[in-house]
């Protein structure tokens, strides 16, 4: 009788069978913060992608009797001390100061409105095309529930962060696609062939660095007929974006490809018949494939702030376009910012966000990084 011979695989020796991006994985789980950051840009963009559901109204839709109107209080305990395990917000009524005549709302504790869930209410086109009604939480009684307050318009301002969290979110994916391919393109032709090409691309890529960029941008953003819509702004705004940002990464590409394009494997490629284009595509990018994801998750803040800022300065995308730099022109104003800081929530957004992209980046660095 023969003994049947043990393949089990022990823990050590399925540690070295996994490929290199089963090691990433395994790294970057153990990064926290990493973990943390991703866990919360799934939570964001999938908010913004389905916010008309997760909006608890009409972005558009005005109230004439809620203006410049603090976050709403959500009551557990009701004014006689009675608990509740459903969530309720007290009916509103507007008061006036005899002395400065400023106008404030008040809690009417003589009127409550529970918060429900999957509820009906305005009804909206889930990614453009879906008809829907149903709303994630809030009330069916109009103007009642505004968890972020509503702005000088009486537009409710958590509907609209949402929104804008979709335009801002996918202006960094989009933007930091088109410098992907640029700055790949034209740093692997520079570093593979060298010579007039790199010169000439190099030169290039210096003139594009030395400009400044809140002056091109604005010179750019004033190029724009004012017959375009908003769809077609937001677009330009992207495109002059990635125009602008492949110039760095382009730079890294170049000297990666100035170091490995005589190594041993490229030489066999050739010689074996391949193309310029198939080794530089197939054979030199993937080699630093890590690195490249690596500086796209942390260039997309970048792109996030670039767009932030110019709508901000109103010289990006402008409104019926909803994003967290339009939103943020209501807080250009000190006094604005004073009497009504939950104007400034946006920029809440923005930091979130951005810190988000960047431990997700660390992450990646650090798990791409063999040395440790």
């Given at each position: 009788?023969?003994?049947?011979k043990?393949?089990?695989?022990?823990?050590?020796?399925?540690?070295?069978?996994?490929?290199?991006?089963?090691?990433?994985?395994?790294?970057?789980?153990?990064?926290?913060l990493?973990?943390?950051?991703?866990?919360?840009?799934?939570?964001?963009?999938?908010?913004?992608?389905?916010?008309?559901?997760?909006?608890?109204?009409?972005?558009?839709?005005?109230?004439?009797?809620?203006?410049?109107?603090?976050?709403?209080?959500?009551?557990?305990?009701?004014?006689?001390?009675?608990f509740?395990?459903?969530?309720?917000?007290?009916?509103?009524?507007?008061?006036?100061?005899?002395?400065?005549?400023?106008?404030?709302?008040?809690?009417?504790?003589?009127?409550?409105?529970?918060?429900?869930?999957?509820?009906?209410?305005?009804?909206?086109?889930?990614?453009?095309?879906?008809?829907?009604?149903?709303?994630f939480?809030?009330t069916?009684?109009?103007?009642?529930?505004?968890?972020?307050?509503?702005?000088?318009?009486?537009?409710?301002?958590?509907?609209?962060?949402?929104?804008?969290?979709?335009?801002?979110?996918?202006?960094?994916?989009?933007?930091?696609?088109?410098?992907?391919?640029?700055?790949?393109?034209?740093?692997?032709?520079?570093?593979?062939?060298?010579?007039?090409?790199?010169?000439?691309?190099?030169?290039?890529?210096?003139?594009?660095?030395?400009?400044?960029?809140?002056?091109?941008?604005?010179?750019?953003?004033?190029?724009?007929?004012?017959?375009?819509?908003?769809?077609?702004?937001?677009?330009?705004?992207?495109i002059?974006?990635?125009?602008?940002?492949?110039?760095?990464?382009?730079?890294?590409?170049r000297?990666?490809?100035?170091?490995?394009?005589?190594?041993?494997?490229?030489?066999?490629?050739?010689?074996?018949?391949?193309?310029?284009?198939?080794?530089?595509?197939?054979?030199?990018?993937?080699?630093?494939?890590?690195?490249?994801?690596?500086?796209?998750?942390?260039?997309?803040?970048?792109?996030?702030?670039?767009?932030?800022?110019?709508?901000?300065?109103?010289?990006?995308?402008?409104p019926?376009?909803?994003?967290?730099?339009?939103?943020?022109?209501?807080?250009?104003?000190?006094?604005?910012?004073?009497?009504?800081?939950?104007?400034?929530?946006?920029?809440?957004f923005?930091?979130?966000?951005?810190?988000?992209?960047?431990?997700?980046?660390?992450?990646?660095?650090?798990?791409?990084?063999?040395?440790?």
């Amino acid at each position: 009788m023969f003994k049947k011979k043990n393949t089990a695989v022990s823990k050590e020796e399925a540690i070295y069978m996994e490929t290199q991006w089963q090691l990433m994985w395994r790294k970057f789980k153990k990064h926290r913060l990493a973990m943390l950051g991703g866990i919360i840009l799934i939570i964001l963009y999938t908010v913004g992608i389905f916010s008309e559901f997760f909006a608890t109204q009409d972005i558009a839709k005005r109230s004439t009797t809620a203006i410049s109107m603090a976050p709403t209080t959500i009551h557990f305990t009701d004014a006689e001390g009675n608990f509740s395990l459903q969530p309720f917000v007290y009916g509103l009524k507007q008061e006036e100061d005899p002395v400065t005549w400023k106008k404030y709302y008040v809690e009417d504790t003589t009127v409550k409105h529970k918060l429900r869930f999957f509820y009906h209410g305005d009804s909206y086109k889930l990614l453009g095309f879906i008809p829907g009604d149903i709303h994630f939480f809030g009330t069916p009684e109009p103007d009642v529930f505004f968890p972020f307050g509503t702005d000088a318009s009486g537009r409710d301002l958590y509907s609209r962060v949402l929104s804008a969290l979709r335009i801002s979110l996918s202006t960094g994916l989009v933007g930091v696609f088109f410098t992907f391919v640029l700055g790949c393109l034209f740093g692997g032709i520079s570093g593979f062939y060298g010579g007039v090409t790199d010169t000439i691309i190099q030169r290039i890529i210096k003139f594009l660095m030395s400009m400044p960029s809140i002056p091109l941008w604005m010179a750019l953003a004033a190029a724009f007929p004012t017959t375009w819509s908003s769809l077609k702004i937001y677009f330009a705004i992207t495109i002059i974006l990635s125009l602008i940002g492949w110039t760095t990464l382009a730079r890294v590409v170049r000297g990666k490809l100035l170091e490995l394009r005589n190594e041993d494997f490229v030489t066999a490629a050739r010689v074996a018949g391949a193309t310029d284009g198939y080794i530089i595509t197939k054979h030199l990018l993937p080699s630093f494939s890590s690195y490249l994801i690596v500086n796209v998750t942390l260039a997309i803040p970048s792109m996030i702030l670039a767009e932030t800022s110019l709508s901000f300065l109103g010289i990006g995308l402008t409104p019926p376009i909803v994003s967290l730099g339009v939103l943020l022109q209501d807080a250009q104003s000190i006094n604005t910012v004073s009497m009504y800081p939950w104007m400034m929530i946006p920029g809440i957004f923005v930091v979130i966000s951005v810190l988000a992209f960047n431990f997700v980046g660390d992450g990646l660095r650090d798990a791409a990084d063999p040395y440790k």
